[in-house]
């Protein structure tokens, strides 16, 4: 009982899909934390140029899935793979912008933004060296979050919504295909959504692949190709975007339909 949407991007053809290569695959993967499993079997697959986001309840296994896509979480059984590449011999990770969820650890070191920023281009970096072109993309990156009259600043004196503003700069320094943020619109108020909706939606116009965690669709539902929804560490919908999940994207509600227009998209998952 899914619903189609107008403005989601052409269907390829499954001849199309099988021709060309994912950027993500999960292959029935399974994850423990502690003795506790995690991810019970998910199969996921994300092809070049796609903006699929990862929706589901707190502890529903989100973070755990995209930490395992960038080697943080050990599978136990199952496959990952970047790229075509199984993820074990992947080394290309100037291909990968990652921002993960923010937590209020502090770091205790003051670096500037543009330092924090710079991080993030290393992987481009020749020996470490800073070209030119490294030093105008950390730059472009910085005026990209809105943060460019800011970027001598340390970051510790920065607010929740701006420091996130510094790590999604951070991921976008190094140009990435393919971007993965986990719930970068979290603890942000709606002026920094509406930044962070603008950036990535020039991420998406220039072909970036994007694979974000949710818990609303808000500013950037217009941009989602695919939503997939987690339940204990299952894969419970893989398809597009609910127009409006409400509490049907709840526990024990597994279906998604179209509502009364007007109705503001949320997915009720934040609670
Ligand atoms: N380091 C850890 N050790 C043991 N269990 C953990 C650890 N990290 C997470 N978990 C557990 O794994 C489950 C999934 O956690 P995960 O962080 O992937 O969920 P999530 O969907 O990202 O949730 P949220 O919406 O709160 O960010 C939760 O039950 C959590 O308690
Ligand atoms: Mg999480």
């Given at each position: 009982m899914t619903t189609t949407t107008t403005q989601r991007r052409p269907?390829?053809?499954?001849?199309?899909?099988?021709?060309?290569?994912?950027?993500?695959?999960?292959?029935?993967?399974?994850?423990?934390?502690?003795?506790?499993?995690?991810?019970?079997?998910?199969?996921?697959?994300?092809?070049?140029?796609?903006?699929?986001?990862?929706?589901?309840?707190?502890?529903?296994?989100?973070?755990?899935?995209?930490?395992?896509?960038?080697?943080?979480?050990?599978?136990?059984?199952?496959?990952?793979?970047?790229?075509?590449?199984?993820?074990?011999?992947?080394?290309?990770?100037?291909?990968?912008?990652?921002?993960?969820?923010?937590?209020?650890?502090?770091?205790?070191?003051?670096?500037?933004?543009?330092?924090?920023?710079?991080?993030?281009?290393?992987?481009?970096?020749?020996?470490?060296?800073?070209?030119?072109?490294?030093?105008?993309?950390?730059?472009?990156?910085?005026?990209l979050v809105g943060l460019a009259d800011r970027a001598g600043d340390p970051v510790d004196a920065l607010s929740?919504?701006?420091?996130?503003?510094?790590?999604i700069a951070r991921a976008l320094a190094a140009e990435p295909e393919l971007l993965i943020m986990d719930e970068p619109m979290a603890g942000v108020d709606l002026a920094s959504q509406e930044v962070l909706a603008e950036t990535l939606r020039e991420q998406v116009a220039a072909g970036t692949t994007v694979l974000l965690v949710l818990h609303e669709l808000g500013a950037v539902e217009p941009l989602i190709d695919r939503a997939v929804v987690l339940r204990d560490g299952c894969v419970v919908h893989d398809g597009p975007p609910p127009e409006a999940v409400g509490q049907h994207a709840l526990p024990g509600h597994d279906h998604v339909h179209p509502h009364a227009t007007g109705e503001p998209l949320r997915t009720g998952l934040l609670t």
């Open positions: 269907e390829t053809t499954v001849s199309d899909r099988t021709m060309e290569q994912p950027v993500i695959s999960l292959r029935g993967a399974r994850a423990s934390l502690g003795s506790r499993p995690v991810l019970r079997g998910i199969d996921l697959t994300i092809t070049s140029g796609e903006v699929v986001a990862l929706l589901g309840a707190n502890g529903s296994g989100k973070s755990t899935a995209v930490r395992s896509v960038i080697g943080q979480v050990p599978l136990t059984g199952g496959e990952v793979s970047l790229f075509g590449t199984p993820l074990r011999r992947f080394r290309q990770w100037h291909r990968v912008g990652y921002v993960p969820q923010r937590t209020t650890a502090a770091s205790g070191v003051p670096a500037t933004i543009r330092e924090v920023v710079s991080s993030g281009r290393l992987s481009r970096a020749r020996f470490g060296l800073f070209s030119r072109a490294d030093r105008a993309a950390v730059d472009r990156a910085i005026d929740g919504g701006q420091h996130q503003r510094v790590l």
